[in-house]
């Protein structure tokens, strides 16, 4: 997951965006969303890059949440993120974009 920072994609992005398929299908992860409750979301993910991830859940996920994520990757995923956007897909199913904030 090397990029260089500088150089602009053609959408506008940050960094490039490598599929889920490279992690291994439907790679499942837990999501802990930061509030009062602090509850647990399962969690698929779509793709990944430098900069964020997306996933796919089954609850919707509020833009701007803070959320922890736990996974059985062997590669290394920062293990904090913060909600940037999220939608319905189909019913019953959510998507979200994550940007990952701090250290892995």
Partial sequence: MTSNLNDNLSDGRLAQR???ENFGENLAMTLTVRGLKMETVEARLLN???TGMAVRTDQELVLGQLVTIATQS????????VVM???KDDPGCYRAGLRFVGAI
């Fill in 18 to 20: 490598v599929s889920a």
């Fill in 85 to 87: 956007w999220s939608c």
């Fill in 48 to 50: 990944i890059s430098d």
């Fill in 74 to 81: 062997r590669e290394q995923i920062p293990h904090r993120a």
